[in-house]
């Protein structure tokens, strides 16, 4: 079985710093696969800073859309890829009206396929609140929700963070010697 990790929790909830850490210390070579599109000025500096941030510690990879061919290439060369994030991709995947469910599918497969990297995937948990009140934004959180369950199958690993601190959904805390 793989040593995947899923890493939910909601926006600036601190999952990202939890597996930069993970990453850090789980591999030699980490890679760090980003799905995010500078689409306008803000965004554009919000990857700016991440970009500066991961500077000399993970090779950056930006992919917005074929997420799991890019897995499936990053892993020849790297021991741990982070993926950041799930719902961003699910976001450029909509907006290009592909079939969520399909490409979801296809990165399952891939990522129950890959045994020798570690795979530590970031997302956002869009679940909790209340629903949402258009079609679209119901369906978002549906495939993201869907999304979330086959990941989390395929995964050994499930955590959820909430105000920095991670609590175990799923697997073993590997966090005991961080910081």
């Not at 850490?21 to 554009?44: C, F, H, N, S, V």
């Not at 290009?96 to 129950?112: F, G, P, Q, Y």
């Not at 495939?143 to 073993?172: D, N, W």
Request: net charge negative; glycine share 6%; with cysteine.
């Amino acid at each position: 079985m793989n040593d995947h990790i899923l890493i939910l929790g909601g926006a600036r909830s601190g999952k990202t710093s939890l597996a930069e850490q993970i990453a850090l210390r789980a591999g030699k070579r980490p890679a760090y696969l980003a799905t995010a599109e500078a689409l306008d000025d803000e965004m554009a500096e919000r990857v700016a800073a991440h970009q500066r941030m991961r500077e000399g510690r993970f090779d950056t990879i930006e992919e917005p859309m074929e997420l799991a061919e890019a897995i499936f290439a990053a892993a020849q060369d790297h021991d741990v890829i982070l993926v950041d994030c799930i719902t961003l991709w699910i976001t450029n995947l909509l907006s290009m009206e592909r079939d969520v469910a399909e490409e979801v599918e296809i990165l399952v497969d891939t990522l129950d396929a890959i045994e020798d990297t570690r795979l530590i995937i970031v997302s956002n948990e869009v679940g909790l609140g209340i629903v949402p009140d258009n079609a679209l934004a119901r369906t978002f959180r549906d495939l993201t929700g869907s999304a979330h369950q086959r990941l989390a199958e395929i995964c050994r690993h499930v955590y959820f963070v909430v105000a920095g601190i991670p609590m175990v959904v799923k697997g073993e805390a590997p966090w005991k010697d961080l910081n």
